[in-house]
């Protein structure tokens, strides 16, 4: 069954009135363009186009590649309609050509919207997909008609090319002519001695279905989308986006003998990129009503209130307070600025886990993934510079890039477990990626540049018995410049300690003997939303914060026992970063004093540093019984230290009218 002349004019009249009336401001938008031969596109939501009409929405399912080329003579009527409407009043007015209605919005149903790959029982039907971009091929001038004229009666007449045999022409056996000429001799127009005239660009992409999707054990499966005209150039590899199109098949011609491989393509009608929305995270008044009520509950005593937001962060672990802020911090991130002569500072941290066997490395690596909404886990192992980075594939005699873990991880987390056992000519290529945030490419003759705006969490085994009169980097055989990179590295000893082994072993065989108890943990998809709400905040320094973080870095920097590695100007950017993520993490948009003196505390047990406290095993942190009184302690501790007495003054003032 095919569409009638009626339903086709039906169609056309819905269409063509629909855009009238919701999209004259873009086809005027569009008529005002100099370039008449560009391709234009329209946007159009098809949950209100099938709402104007119920019965176009059936003929759309029915005959999705049909009803499409209808609806882009329709536009071309309706661009004609709305010129001769605005003749008279703007001049500057031109019709264009090359006008293609792009569908989106499809209604939210199992049938229509996917997150896995279609398969052969969807072919011919219009279905939007998402996934992640992996790869990436050139653009390619298509010849996708030419025209041919019989010998016999002269009569002219088009052939379009197959895209179900690759765009292949397919001579037609007999002359077209309607008096009935049946001469099967033609000659091709734009042949050998003309250019082919009717040419439009095209590319081919691969999408993979999304990782934190799928089921564990599952492994992705990949689809190849066919853009064309507008549609090219519209993503590049790392992207997350949902493609519009009708699923089709293709094939390699035949050959006698020789089986025919058939492979399911998407021809696509319209590209969405999410890379800004947050993935399957909704974010609204209520929600953030919820939290805001939390943070007012304990507006006396706030870092209760984060205290209970850490033990609900991968709470498997016993203790392991300060990990466990470190993580909330990183995963908060800071704010990325660009300064006066448009070099970008990163606004996301990275931190480096180096610890014995059994301290539950992995484990704070698996829940990080889970909670943020584009991540990617891999190990050093297993991890190429091509598949941490970018590799070069040929693909039908040429090259295309395939995207590695960093760049699928781009505005998210990349996860890296046993770093130190990626090859040493392969971290290299990481040094670019951590601090520049971008991958410069030069492979198989393809130069470009990628993003890799992520956050990196790495976890590594020390290198033998860890020896601490040693540095960090003769421990885990890792050089000084990558060293430097990572804004936190917390070692975690498993010494002994007779009254932590107790605790711990009752914590795993009864589940109990926690020192704090929380009355309720937050749920994973809790979360997941408070992480997701906090990246939108940003905090701003303030005096006083900005003088505890210098002074600070001045210390450490004349320290006697510094370390070379750790004590660069990146331990200041480190340290601006990290007070901003704490802020974050207390939903608030100033840096307080309160922020800077964490910050100064976890950095000095990240350090391995005697500059103030001296060493403090991360391990053998247990959430403190009275956060207040602690953080009392440390104020008084680090402002002595800094010789900062003013300020401490002031905080002490200000937390002694907090507890009245």
Same mark, same amino acid.
């Not at 971009?133 to 009666?153: D, G, Q, W």
């Not at 990129?273 to 509950?297: P, T």
């Not at 995207?403 to 990626?422: K, P, Q, T, W």
């Given at each position: +069954?095919?569409?009638?002349? $009626? ?41 209100? !186009? ?134 099967? %001799?033609?000659?091709? /127009? ?48 790392? $992207? ?7 699923? +089709? ?34 974010? &609204? ?11 007012? %509950? ?30 909330? +911090? ?34 704070? !690596? ?43 991880? $781009? ?6 477990? *046993? ?29 470009? %540049? ?42 975690? /000893? ?94 608030? &948009? ?22 103030? /406290? ?36 002031? *905080? ?9």
């Amino acid at each position: +069954m095919v569409l009638g002349a $009626d339903q086709v004019n039906l169609i056309g009249q819905v269409f063509e009135s629909y855009v009238l009336e919701h999209h004259r401001d873009d086809i005027l938008g569009i008529l005002r363009e100099a370039d008449d031969e560009a391709h234009y596109p329209v946007v159009v939501d098809a949950l209100t !186009l099938f709402e104007t009409n119920m019965e176009i929405g059936e003929y759309f399912n029915a005959f999705p590649s049909e009803v499409l080329t209808v609806f882009d003579s329709a536009l071309r009527r309706a661009a004609l309609a709305a010129l001769q409407d605005a003749a008279a009043g703007s001049p500057h007015l031109s019709l264009k050509q090359n006008l293609h209605a792009r569908v989106s919005g499809l209604p939210v149903c199992p049938e229509l919207t996917r997150e896995h790959i279609p398969k052969a029982r969807d072919v011919g039907h219009f279905l939007s997909v998402t996934g992640t971009v992996i790869r990436t091929s050139l653009v390619k001038v298509l010849e996708f008609e030419r025209s041919y004229i019989c010998n016999k009666c002269k009569h002219v007449f088009a052939v379009k090319a197959d895209f179900e045999q690759y765009y292949a022409f397919c001579r037609p056996s007999a002359c077209l002519n309607e008096e009935g000429c049946n001469s099967s %001799k033609f000659t091709c /127009l734009s042949g050998a001695t003309s250019s082919p005239a009717c040419c439009r660009d095209y590319q081919e992409i691969k999408i993979q279905e999304q990782v934190q999707r799928l089921s564990v054990g599952s492994i992705p499966r990949c689809m190849v989308v066919a853009l064309e005209d507008d549609l090219v150039d519209s993503c590049k590899s790392g $992207d997350d986006i949902t493609v519009y199109g009708v699923v +089709m098949q293709r094939w390699k011609p035949f050959h006698e003998g020789a089986r025919c491989d058939l492979e399911l393509v998407l021809k696509a009608n319209y590209v969405k990129v999410n890379n800004e929305q947050l993935s399957g995270v909704v974010i &609204d008044e209520e929600v953030r009503k919820e939290f805001e009520d939390f943070w007012e %509950k304990h507006r006396d005593d706030p870092l209760a209130g984060r205290n209970e937001i850490l033990a609900s962060l991968c709470p498997q672990v016993f203790g392991l307070y300060l990990v466990k802020l470190a993580v909330a +911090m990183v995963l908060a991130g800071g704010v990325q600025r660009t300064d006066a002569t448009g070099t970008r500072i990163r606004g996301e941290s990275h931190l480096l886990l180096v610890g014995d066997p059994g301290t539950g490395k992995s484990q704070f !690596l698996k829940y990080a993934v889970k909670i943020t909404p584009r991540s990617v886990l891999t190990a050093g192992i297993g991890s190429t510079s091509a598949g941490l980075t970018v590799t070069a594939v040929k693909d039908f005699g040429e090259w295309n890039l395939e995207a590695g873990a960093l760049v699928l991880a $781009d505005g998210g987390l990349c996860c890296i477990d *046993e770093f130190n056992s990626i090859k040493e000519h392969d971290r290299t290529s990481i040094h670019e990626a951590m601090e520049q945030q971008t991958i410069s490419v030069a492979k198989a003759g393809l130069v470009c %540049k990628l993003n890799t705006r992520t956050t990196i969490l790495a976890a590594t085994n020390p290198k033998g018995h860890y020896d601490s009169n040693e540095s960090v980097s003769v421990n885990i055989a890792l050089g000084s410049p990558l060293l430097s990179r990572f804004d936190l590295v917390l070692v975690l /000893l498993d010494t002994k300690n007779e009254e932590w082994d107790r605790i711990i072993s009752s914590f795993i065989l009864q589940n109990k003997g926690c020192p704090s108890k929380s009355e309720k943990l937050w749920s994973m998809e809790k979360m997941k939303t408070y992480f997701c709400l906090i990246k939108n905040i940003q905090p701003k320094l303030s005096g006083e914060s900005n003088l505890i973080l210098v002074r600070y870095y001045q210390t450490q920097r004349q320290s006697d026992c510094r370390n070379a590695a750790r004590t660069t100007i990146r331990l200041l950017e480190s340290l601006i970063r990290l007070a901003e993520a704490h802020a974050r993490l207390m939903f608030r &948009d100033t840096v307080t004093v309160e922020d800077a003196v964490t910050v100064v505390s976890v950095m000095e047990s990240s350090m391995q540093g005697c500059a103030l /406290l001296g060493g403090i095993n991360a391990l053998h942190t247990s959430f403190p019984e009275d956060p207040m009184a602690q953080y009392r302690t440390q104020c008084e501790l680090i402002l002595e230290r800094l010789e900062l007495q003013d300020l401490l003054h002031k *905080e002490l003032q200000r937390l002694d009218r907090l507890i009245l």
